[in-house]
């Protein structure tokens, strides 16, 4: 079989895994089912060693997806409460870059990877964002690879729980009473947020497929020029996409192995005496 059909036959079946494993995760009445259903089948998929292929371009065009989808929802009160709270972001995020440090530290214990590689590990960030950045420090891309796709994955499947369980589940979506917007200027904002995204990402722009949608539909939402949300249809192929491109990212060659250094180190660490503990028993002798 050529190379070429066998690909094409590949990114097929990964998408209909996907979009199997969205149904599934829908019929159990999962949160985010779409996202959530083809995470987990593409996961396991990945690991039994199976041909997983996505589309090329497929994860940053689901990512552009996302970004304008949440833009359009800046309005000038979302944008007003946004900026009521800015101080409570900028402590947020130098609480979570601190805290990311220093379970660097513990990452670095329990697996005996250098610091550099433990901190871009463990800090919160992109998985292409930090696995770009870290090899400009000396960072080693296959820990830090697993590490955040372990915490971006983690992240998308608790997150949606911990919002119904605060939020209760009998809440109704307030998205579900907003207008969709058309197909013409969906597609025309789409098209303009990828090409920015597009030069944004060759200048090395931190999360840009993600960060420029979001900015220009919060722009245009803002000055009243597009209000509305985008079609079910857009979100749920984006949803799909990015879960089956998460779940891909567990590749059986490094997932055991890194886990079982993991798993030995922390033993290691947990077994070996502690430094009081022999003082005691040399105090004893």
Not at 21 to 37: D, K, Q, S, V
Not at 161 to 170: E, K, N, T
Not at 235 to 263: D, E, K
Request: net charge positive; glycine share 10%; with cysteine.
């Amino acid at each position: 079989m050529p190379k070429a059909v066998a690909a094409v036959l590949a990114m097929a079946g990964t998408l209909a895994v996907g979009v199997a494993g969205g149904f599934a995760a829908r019929y159990a009445h999962l949160p985010l089912p779409w996202l959530l259903g083809a995470l987990f089948t593409t996961t396991v998929l990945s690991l039994a060693g199976a041909p997983v292929r996505l589309i090329p371009w497929g994860r940053p065009a689901g990512t552009v997806v996302v970004g304008a989808s949440t833009g359009l929802q800046f309005t000038a009160t979302v944008v007003a409460k946004l900026v009521t709270l800015l101080p409570l972001i900028i402590a947020t995020a130098f609480v979570s870059t601190f805290v990311g440090a220093l379970g660097g530290l513990l990452y670095r214990r329990l697996t005996g990877v250098d610091r550099t590689t433990a901190f871009f590990a463990t800090v919160p960030g992109g998985v292409v964002e930090t696995t770009t950045l870290a090899p400009q420090y000396g960072g080693q891309l296959e820990p830090i690879m697993v590490a955040q796709t372990t915490r971006v994955a983690l992240i998308v499947v608790f997150a949606p729980f911990l919002v119904i369980s605060f939020a209760g589940s009998g809440a109704q979506n307030p998205l579900l009473a907003v207008p969709v917007v058309p197909w013409l200027p969906v597609l025309a904002l789409l098209a303009v947020s990828g090409i920015v995204a597009l030069l944004l990402s060759r200048t090395r722009s931190p999360n840009a497929w993600l960060m420029a949608p979001l900015f220009i539909a919060g722009a245009v939402s803002h000055l009243g020029w597009l209000e509305g949300r985008l079609p079910d249809f857009l979100i749920i192929a984006a949803q799909v996409v990015i879960g089956s491109a998460l779940g891909a990212q567990f590749r059986p060659r490094f997932s055991p192995g890194c886990s079982g250094c993991c798993w030995r180190r922390a033993w290691s660490c947990c077994s070996r005496p502690a430094p009081w503990r022999c003082s005691a028993q040399r105090l004893r002798g």
